[in-house]
């Protein structure tokens, strides 16, 4: 069972792609962990990256992509993998599609998850934390039994830079420009299946199973 999960920040592919990778007995790899462990490890692709990172630069696909690779060599992914963060834009899925013809595999399905603007906005900037004791809550789906205050300690909750509507809107924007082509691509080729990501999570995750399964034989 090899995956890759699309969709636009706070549509929930981290929660499906740990749930899917339980299910299916494959690794869930993202490239926030693979990026960590090649940096922590210091190995030669993690020390090429650091070097971009410290001049402030973005990472060259080349590395990301040499990054990935290398994790889906890795014992653990040989009987499949659930993709969370890659590709992030259209010429990552052609290096993608590429890089799997030369390793003699191929795609399950991508599985895009779609959700409304307005929910997502909900999503990312409803998110409240304590700034003593570090407890998350949410607005709308945590929400603290008294407003504003943190149910462990007492200290008055507050939103971070990075949950802001303005940081939030410039992450959509980004997805839109650099991500969202990819749907389309897959589409064309016929892999793509789409799911509303609006439904509760284990009806999410129930409608994936049913669409993917027997797909991996």
Do not use: W
């Not at 973005?58 to 690779?69: I, N, W, Y």
């Not at 789409?194 to 034989?217: C, K, L, M, Y």
């Amino acid at each position: 069972m090899e995956l890759v999960l699309l969709g636009p920040p706070g549509s929930g592919k981290g929660t499906q792609a740990k749930l899917l990778a339980a299910r299916f007995g494959v690794p869930h790899i993202s490239t926030g962990d693979i990026f960590r462990k090649n940096l922590s490890e210091g190995t030669d692709l993690g020390q090429l990256a650091r070097r971009y990172m410290d001049e402030g630069t973005l990472v060259p696909d080349d590395v990301t992509e040499a990054m990935v690779r290398e994790r889906l060599r890795e014992t653990d992914a040989q009987k499949g993998f659930i993709l969370d963060g890659f590709p992030r834009n259209l010429a990552q899925g052609e290096h993608f599609d590429a890089m799997l013809s030369e390793e003699g595999r191929t795609l399950t399905a991508v599985i895009y998850l779609a959700v409304d603007r307005a929910v997502l906005m909900s999503r990312l900037t409803g998110r409240r934390v304590c700034p003593k004791c570090g407890a998350t809550y949410h607005l709308e789906f945590n929400p603290p039994k008294a407003i504003g205050v943190c149910d462990v300690c007492g200290a008055e909750l507050v939103q971070r830079p990075d949950d802001s509507e303005g940081t939030v809107s410039t992450r959509l924007a980004v997805y839109d420009a650099e991500t969202a082509p990819l749907a389309t691509y897959y589409q064309k080729s016929g892999r793509l299946r789409e799911f509303d990501g609006d439904q509760p999570v284990d009806q999410v995750t129930r409608a994936i199973v049913e669409s993917v399964a027997g797909t991996d034989d």
